[in-house]
């Protein structure tokens, strides 16, 4: 077979799989889905948007520009931006990433296995260094979620979403290949940085820029599109790093589209990962944008701890890392004690606190009392700020040793800013594996 019939044979199955997920997104069908929604839960969206700052987010019919031929959906949106993907042969990946050797391999998750890869372009430039993910038929993921991450990386565009750049789809004798081409992004994902010992660590205004950056692709996808977009697996492990540690969200398998208009959740059976998935979610699958809010409010603390979600190296009451910062409640003296000792003090316990406390407002029990992703980026961006203008009053009473040493600088500011902070239990320091990834709930 040609390049060019293989090519076209791609694009009309990548067609046919857009018809399956209408299929699959309408069984059980809108209606079904609007009466068990209605059975679960009252009109909580509504009562919300009457009284956050939420309310700035019009729900779906009126968040268009006017004009009537918006998209209204992901498969829309795709089928409009289709063209921008390439259809890969698996002949072109297997070249690229020499086979899929294993000193390629950059990881791996519950899709599959992710490769290094070197594409060259048919103008003869340059190689194009880009990320193959391949994947496993034996895992817990497959097509589905292939077809997902498709059409939705195909159709959004932004600074803090990874770039597809095409796919690959061959059935063949011996089962199906289904492969993802991304941008390449050299400093892999934010849990390399804040759990593996052996990686430097990441100063403290560096961690709350990508975790800004974080919040901004989440606003997007709640709320810059025509039709609101649940990402279901929001954890530090897909909050990826470029060159210049710029966060893009990674990993859209489990996206789908948000409750219709007057609805507060769709009710779906739990998939996501232990230590992250919200409450109501776990127990009912009542899924909402409020679900991605509370692992949100996870990371927030595995970026002020530098500890992951679960550990399960640990000390039994350590393991759940929610369950132990309870221990040293934000406004009490003991508050410092849970910062990772990998920051070396350098950091605004100002700041921390309010992070702290936006974690605890994201981890809320109750959905309806959890702040939106518009919150969260104000408040991050206040934290932010905060930390800008410790640092410059620091400067401004520096000797003069400080004026032109920055770590002498650094350590000036961060005794100015957290008295008696270098307390910190042992347990802190000690280290953390990384756990096994994915755990499908269901
Ligand atoms: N575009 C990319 N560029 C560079 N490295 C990547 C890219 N995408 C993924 N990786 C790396 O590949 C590894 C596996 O990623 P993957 O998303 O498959 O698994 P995960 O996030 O660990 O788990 P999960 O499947 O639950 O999301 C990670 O360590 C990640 O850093
Ligand atoms: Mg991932």
């Given amino acids: 077979m040609t390049i060019k019939s293989n090519l076209r044979k791609i694009s ?10 209408y ?8 209606s079904q889905r609007e009466r068990r929604s209605a059975d679960s839960a009252p009109e909580l969206r509504n009562q919300r948007d009457t009284s956050s700052s939420s309310s700035t987010k019009p729900s779906r019919p009126t968040r268009s520009t006017g004009s009537s031929s918006l998209p209204r959906s992901i498969p829309e949106l795709f089928k409009e931006k289709e063209q921008n993907l390439r259809a890969f042969s698996l002949l072109e990946l297997k070249e690229a990433t020499k086979n899929f050797n294993k000193l390629l391999k950059l990881g791996e998750g519950g899709f599959g296995s ?10 003869g430039s340059d190689p194009v260094v880009v990320a193959i993910k391949k994947l496993n038929i034996y895992g817990l993921q497959g097509h589905k979620e292939w077809v997902s991450e498709v059409q939705l990386l195909g159709a959004v565009e932004h ?3 990874v770039k597809l750049l095409g796919y690959c789809a061959v059935d063949g004798e011996r089962g199906i290949q289904r492969l993802l081409v991304y941008e390449y992004m050299p400093n892999k994902s ?7 010992k052996s990686v430097p ?19 997007y996808l709640h709320d810059g599109l025509a039709f609101e977009v649940i990402y279901r697996d929001f954890k530090s492990s897909n909050v990826l790093l470029d060159k210049d ?3 893009k969200i990674s990993d859209f398998g489990l996206a789908r589209e948000g409750p219709v208009e007057g609805k507060s959740h769709v009710s779906t059976a739990p998939v996501g990962t232990y230590g992250y998935a919200a409450p109501e979610y776990v127990s009912e699958g009542h899924l909402s944008t409020r679900s991605d809010i509370y692992s949100f409010g996870v990371v927030l603390y595995e970026i002020l701890t530098g500890r992951k979600a679960l550990e399960r190296n640990r000390p039994a009451a350590e393991q759940k890392l929610l369950e132990w910062v309870k221990r040293f409640p934000v406004d009490s003296n003991k508050f410092s004690m849970i910062i990772d000792p990998r920051l070396r003090n350098e950091y605004s316990l100002n700041a921390a606190r309010r992070i702290a406390k936006l974690a605890d407002r994201c981890l ?13 980026v104000e408040v991050l961006q206040q934290a932010i700020q905060e930390s800008v203008e410790e640092s410059s009053r620091a400067t401004s009473i520096e000797s003069p040793s400080s004026r032109t040493n920055p770590s002498v600088r650094n350590r000036e500011i961060s005794k100015m800013a957290i008295p008696g902070a270098r307390r910190m239990s042992n347990a802190a320091q000690a280290s953390s594996t990384k756990l096994t990834t994915r755990t499908y709930i269901s």
């Fill in 12 to 21: 009309a199955e990548l067609s046919n799989m857009m018809k399956c997920f």
């Fill in 23 to 30: 299929i699959f997104k309408d069984r059980p069908s809108r």
């Fill in 114 to 123: 992710v490769y290094k890869g070197h594409l060259k372009p048919p103008d």
């Fill in 159 to 161: 600074p803090n979403l």
């Fill in 190 to 196: 934010l849990d390399d940085h804040l759990f593996n």
């Fill in 201 to 219: 660590a990441i100063p403290w205004r560096t961690r709350l820029n990508i975790i800004l950056g974080a919040a901004q692709g989440m606003a």
């Fill in 245 to 247: 540690f710029h966060p």
């Fill in 364 to 376: 809320n029990r109750n959905a309806r009392e959890r702040p939106t992703i518009a919150e969260v």
